[in-house]
T-cell receptor, first 113, second 114 residues
Framework: ETGVTQSPTHLIKTRGQQVTLRCSSQSGHNTVSWYQQALGQGPQFIFQYYREEENGRGNFPPRFSGLQFPNYSSELNVNALELDDSALYLC????????????FGPGTRLLVL | GDSVTQMEGPVTLSEEAFLTINCTYTATGYPSLFWYVQYPGEGLQLLLKATKADDKGSNKGFEATYRKETTSFHLEKGSVQVSDSAVYFCALSISSGSARQLTFGSGTQLTVLP
């Protein structure tokens, strides 16, 4: 059974740029959630995707957007990067109907300069 | 809103000591409760969970009991090992639209010394 994978592992961008992060779900999982974890803090929910549609969103601005593909993989896009966007971005997969139990990938560490 | 409050760290223990990390929550309704562990440079791993009052979650010698009367979900282990050194996060699951989101505490850094 393949776990959740994310790419890239690390990324450096400058303020104002755009970034795309990628996630492949654990085998058999059809729901993907994204979280932002700032240094020294707990993860914060960005949004969740099921059937290629966003079905829940946390307190993040519209410049954070996502996609889910037919194979359940997902992308997180962040436009107009700000310094405060520097964080570890975590993807978690789950099964619809049991999506409260989420399995996390290793994360992508984004640094915005 | 719903929230989780965790015991602040860091916590430093000697090997074979008893561990308790306190976690309390505020929620409408009856959330499911979780403990996740994060090793240096890695993502989060699900350690244990409990879905209803008085349930006890357990895994790898760790355990936690869902206490509705005290809104708590304290993590315990009878004898810690050096390999248990990590950051531990308490979390609850709540509805967000038709989604289920996890709300996390701020984490507790545990260091176990040989």
């Amino acid at each position: 059974e393949t776990g959740v994978t994310q790419s890239p592992t690390h990324l450096i961008k400058t303020r104002g740029q755009q970034v795309t992060l990628r996630c492949s779900s654990q085998s058999g999982h059809n729901t993907v959630s994204w979280y932002q974890q700032a240094l020294g803090q707990g993860p914060q929910f960005i949004f969740q995707y099921y059937r290629e549609e966003e079905n829940g969103r946390g307190n993040f601005p519209p410049r954070f957007s996502g996609l889910q593909f037919p194979n359940y993989s997902s992308e997180l896009n962040v436009n107009a990067l700000e310094l405060d966007d520097s964080a570890l971005y975590l993807c978690a997969s789950s099964v619809q109907g049991a999506q409260e139990t989420q399995y996390f990938g290793p994360g992508t560490r984004l640094l915005v300069l | 809103g719903d929230s989780v409050t965790q015991m602040e760290g860091p916590v430093t223990l000697s090997e074979e000591a008893f561990l308790t990390i306190n976690c309390t929550y505020t929620a409408t309704g009856y959330p499911s409760l979780f403990w996740y562990v994060q090793y240096p440079g890695e993502g989060l791993q699900l350690l244990l969970k409990a879905t209803k009052a008085d349930d006890k979650g357990s895994n790898k010698g760790f355990e936690a009991t869902y206490r509705k009367e005290t809104t708590s979900f304290h993590l315990e282990k009878g004898s810690v090992q050096v390999s248990d050194s990590a950051v531990y996060f308490c979390a609850l699951s709540i509805s967000s639209g038709s989604a289920r989101q996890l709300t996390f505490g701020s984490g507790t850094q545990l260091t176990v010394l040989p």
